[in-house]
């Protein structure tokens, strides 16, 4: 089900409250590579992403409560029109596939490189992000 946002100033701060919990996730995941959490890492690397791309949806006013749709969504609406690169889709979707394997797998093995892996997906789709609302939508 899609929520709906009430105003622009709303889907901004929406939009930046994200943006800064993404960041937040990613320094997370840096932290729990270096401390050998490597699960952890993963997730907050995963959630790096996904609340970036989220903070993307906000300024369109768009909102789900679905993982799947936030990621159908932002392919369709920034990936397909070419505001993003589409390779940047399949790291999107690898860094989901991880996470949830991850999370959820009780024997899933995790190795570092991997992890790396991740955490570097997350780097780029979060400068990414940012620098798109920045440059794009004004977002301070």
């Known amino acids: 089900m899609q929520h709906e946002l009430n105003d622009a100033g709303g889907a901004k701060e929406l939009a930046g409250y994200r943006l800064e919990a993404a960041k937040e996730d990613l320094a997370a995941a840096k932290n729990c590579l270096a401390q050998g959490f490597y699960r952890t890492a993963n997730n907050r690397a995963y959630y790096a992403i996904f609340r970036s791309i989220s903070a993307c949806l906000a300024l369109e006013f768009k909102s789900f409560k679905q993982h799947s749709q936030v990621m159908g969504a932002f392919n369709k609406d ?29 024997f899933y093995i995790i190795r570092i490189e991997e992890v790396r892996e991740q955490i570097s997906a997350a780097e780029e789709v979060v400068t990414m992000v940012e620098k798109y609302l920045r440059e794009m939508r004004g977002l301070t």
Do not use: L
Request: net charge neutral.
């Open 78 to 106: 920034f990936v397909h029109t070419g505001i993003f690169p589409k390779e940047i889709s399949k790291k999107i979707n690898k860094a989901q596939e991880v996470r949830h394997a991850s999370d959820y797998d009780d």
